[in-house]
């Protein structure tokens, strides 16, 4: 309980004290659908990732999901994701496979502003290691300029590991407790009712667990579709 409350002080405070810093490009095409107005949702998300200071192609996300409105304002899905961790030894031997229960709840609090809350669990199998438990939670707010295509977003969201795996190459960063907090902040245009594109500055802070953090700057581009 002291690591955890360390670590969220450094958070909302001054950051880890000791951490190495990278910049990152990660790209998001994302294509939802309600099947022309149903109850029934369909999703699915591309995301590649050029990390270690923007040079080199590190992963490949691939999150294809079913859900269901359970009213006007709340979402439930089942998803599936494969993490695909690219290297030119392993290539992408060492993916990871998660099966994802989420809780969405999307409201217009204005014409203007709309809210998001997700909340995911998902159970993750790695290549070499135990299957761990992973909780995450996110905040989201989208502002449209009045009179405009335009949009101004916003997200906070945070990852906490349930179990360990204390050995091999997991060791330092699957382990009970907070794994990583990302926050954004972008700017965003509407091409028409069902395709928007926005862009902007991600922070990525990753807790590695008596190793140095991570602290990650990425340039992140979101482009989205929804029929």
């Known amino acids: 309980m002291k690591k955890l409350l360390a670590i969220l002080s450094g958070l909302l405070l001054t950051g880890p004290v000791l951490a190495t810093d990278d910049q990152s490009i990660w790209v998001s095409s994302t294509v939802q659908t309600d099947f022309g107005g149903s109850n029934y949702l369909a999703f699915l998300e591309l995301q590649p990732r050029i990390n270690h200071d923007s040079s080199n192609f590190a ?28 290297n030119s030894k392993d290539k992408f031997d060492l993916a990871t496979n998660d099966i994802i229960e989420q809780v969405q709840w999307v409201d217009n609090w204005t014409p203007e502003l709309n809210f ?7 159970q993750r199998f790695f290549e070499d290691a135990d299957l761990s438990h ?10 449209t300029i009045p009179n405009t295509s335009f949009y ?25 407790g907070v794994n990583q907090n990302r926050s954004y902040v972008g700017f965003g245009y ?35 579709m929804n029929f």
């Open 190 to 224: 509407k091409i028409n009712p069902h395709i928007n594109i926005d862009t902007g500055y991600h922070f990525q802070y990753v807790n590695n667990f008596g190793r140095e953090d991570l602290n990650n700057h990425v340039w992140l581009t979101n482009i989205n």
């Open 134 to 143: 992973r909780m995450r939670h996110r905040f989201r707010l989208q502002y």
């Open 59 to 86: 992963q490949l996300i691939v999150r294809p999901f079913v859900g269901y409105k359970v009213t006007k304002n709340l979402q439930l899905w089942l998803g599936y994701a494969w993490q695909g961790e690219y």
């Open 152 to 176: 101004v977003v916003a997200f906070d969201e945070l990852f906490v590991y349930f179990n360990s795996v204390n050995s091999g190459r997991l060791e330092h960063s699957v382990q009970t």
């Open 116 to 122: 998001q809350y997700r909340f995911r669990l998902e």
